[in-house]
């Protein structure tokens, strides 16, 4: 089982974190879509986990997965804060580009939370991240998972 865990960045000139779990597991920063793409296809793997909304809500500030997170005690942000919006539309870029892919939304605060485990101080906080959003991968592969709202973001047991 491989599975990349994405900590997007909202515009290419800020660091991404990802994290390639397998047997091996690394940890990369990188920051342009091609970076990503070039590492996603070389490593092939069977799942995307990416920290980021897929989609704005329909209508109002929030989706029906983030009320979901929200309700289950956690914290998103509103995909139509102003600064989650490049995020949100490098997402959907994206997305498109890794279509051939098996891709899924995840929040790491609820991974990292549900898991108990917390960042190491000398440790890069989007590699972190990435490593949740891996983490949170993984427990879907293996059927230990929520899936939460109609968007699905993936959240483990």
Known sequence: MKVIGIDLAGKPKNPTGVYILNKEKRGLV???DEEILEVVRRENPDLIAIDAPFQMPKSGWWRDSDLALKKAGFRPLSPKFPGMQPLVRRAERLLKLLKPYRVIEVFPRATEKILGLQKAERA?????DA??????????LEGKYRALGKQRIIIPL
């Open 30 to 32: 990188l920051y342009t």
């Open 131 to 140: 490593m949740l959003c891996a983490l949170t991968g993984k427990a879907y």
């Open 124 to 128: 890069n906080q989007h590699i972190y």
